[in-house]
């Protein structure tokens, strides 16, 4: 699979975040995207992921047998964490996974129990989301990318709110369950993207102070 952007540019009101911005995300190439506080990361993930539309050039989707998958149908590859995306917290642990997994399945091989082993919160299945800490939600939001069918993860400063052991969490689980697929990590932290053989500098793309 390959994601390529063509051009594109994003601009909020007069301002413009990126310009004209050229690169192709593919399978077994994990990219991280850098740049300074208020480059675009964050932007530029919402628009590959399909939340968000662009303002000028153009998203393309490409799977072996069909070279332009229709925005519409993007989500249908894609599994995404980031700080600004909730999960539902009323749920238990096990509750909101058995939702989840209805429209994301788990990777074959791995159960719903498994899953909860897995991210290391089987213990609080039973336990709303909302009484999880923010580091137990991390958790479980990575975790769900990370176990998901889908052959494209999206990742947005990944290690927010997890500890010095989360954070070792994190990386041999990303390690564990990065082959054979497309993988972005939009981040200013190195130890969140060491794995990248690629990396797109977002401070290239930003338009000229006039």
């Not at 077994?28 to 992921?49: D, E, H, Y």
């Not at 993007?74 to 509750?95: D, G, N, R, V």
């Not at 058995?98 to 129990?113: C, E, M």
Request: glycine content about 6%.
């Amino acid at each position: 699979m390959q994601i390529a952007l063509q051009n594109l540019s994003k601009r909020f009101g007069n301002e413009w975040i990126f310009q004209n911005l050229t690169h192709t995300f593919a399978t077994n190439a994990p990219c991280a995207v850098i740049g300074a506080n208020g480059s675009g990361k964050s932007t530029l993930l919402f628009l590959v992921a399909g939340l968000g539309q662009t303002t000028a050039g153009k998203i393309v989707y490409t799977l072996p047998a069909q070279p332009d998958l229709p925005a519409e149908a993007w989500y249908k590859y894609i599994a995404i964490s980031a700080p600004y995306l909730e999960l539902i917290e009323e749920f238990t642990l096990a509750e909101l996974v058995r939702f989840h997994t209805q429209f994301k399945p788990l990777r074959a091989g791995v159960g719903r129990q498994d899953f909860l082993e897995l991210i290391q919160l089987a213990h609080a299945k039973d336990k709303p989301v909302k009484h999880f800490s923010s580091g137990m939600k991390q958790r479980l939001k990575l975790g769900l990318v990370f176990y998901s069918q889908m052959p494209v993860l999206l990742l947005d400063e990944p290690t927010t709110n997890l500890d010095a052991q989360g954070i070792i969490w994190y990386k041999n689980t990303l390690a564990n369950n990065i082959q054979d697929r497309l993988c972005v990590i939009c981040s200013n932290q190195p130890e969140e993207y060491e794995i990248c053989t690629q990396k797109l500098n977002l401070m290239d793309f930003k338009p000229c102070a006039k």
